[in-house]
């Protein structure tokens, strides 16, 4: 891609899944790659996955002290974070009745109050450059509905929603566009699943596969790169046409 090379870029919930990914994805571009992620032991395994990584924080995203001192960091040993990856998060599988006031509290603190505070730091020092792309990650469950996840679900509408409002008071120096997958086998995912129950999955997507984690990594690569310099201020679906036909798909 155009543009990425030498370019700083922060990847929250960089130490496994899509975020690990992603932080390869953008060292193959020749950026420099901070990931910011609050498990310990996931930091220093991608610190060995990836020796070409600038750092790997900690921080917890839920917490706005423990944000800003991050991207701080970021910023002294890059000299700068030209691309935030806001890609921490969490779910928790259960039915809609049986969700908590803490569960409630705990989903969306990380995924959307998170998601803000990691957001409106980043752009604070874009702004302040003059320049800067902010690539949430939401998903196709904030676009349609899914059982067992109603929470998750709300906190990636309103990632969607925040993407839009953002990329219109950040233009024309910041660019911001989320990325809403499908469904992605990550290696948590994969433990979740029996192989009946890939299977079943699988079935229901057209393409008739779960994306890889690289395939999400690729997009964000595209829309941080200069070929995505009039984009902004949208999602970009990667679902192997799941939500292309509805119920008329299925």
Avoid at 120 to 134: D, L
Avoid at 233 to 247: I, N, P, R, S
């Amino acid at each position: 891609m155009r543009g990425l090379k030498g370019k700083g870029v922060l990847v929250t919930g960089g130490a496994s899944g899509i975020g690990a990914a992603t932080a390869a994805r953008f060292l193959e571009e020749g950026a420099k790659v901070c990931v910011l992620d609050r498990d310990a032991a996931g930091r220093q395994r991608i610190m060995k996955e990836l020796p070409g990584l600038t750092a790997a924080l900690d921080a917890d995203v839920t917490r706005l002290e423990q944000v800003r001192a991050a991207l701080e960091e970021a910023i002294r040993l890059m000299g700068g974070v030209d691309v935030v990856i806001n890609n921490a998060g969490i779910s928790i599988r259960h039915a809609f009745l049986d969700i908590t006031p803490e569960e409630w509290d705990k989903v969306l603190a990380v995924n959307l109050t998170g998601v803000f505070h990691v957001a409106q730091a980043a752009a604070r020092h874009m702004m302040q450059r003059g320049s800067g792309v902010i690539l949430m990650t939401a998903s196709t469950s904030g676009m349609t509905g899914y059982p067992w996840y109603a929470d998750y679900n709300a906190t990636k509408a309103g990632v969607i929603a925040l993407t839009q409002s953002m990329a219109l008071e950040l233009a024309p120096k910041v660019r911001v566009n989320a990325v809403a997958p499908g469904y992605v086998l990550t290696p948590m995912q994969r433990a979740e699943y029996t192989d009946a129950m890939l299977d079943e999955v699988n079935r229901k997507i057209p393409m008739r596969r779960h994306a890889r984690p690289e395939e999400i990594a690729a997009l964000f690569a595209f829309l941080a790169s200069d070929d995505a310099a009039f984009i902004t201020g949208h999602v970009h679906v990667c679902d192997g046409a799941e939500t292309a036909g509805g119920l008329a798909s299925r």
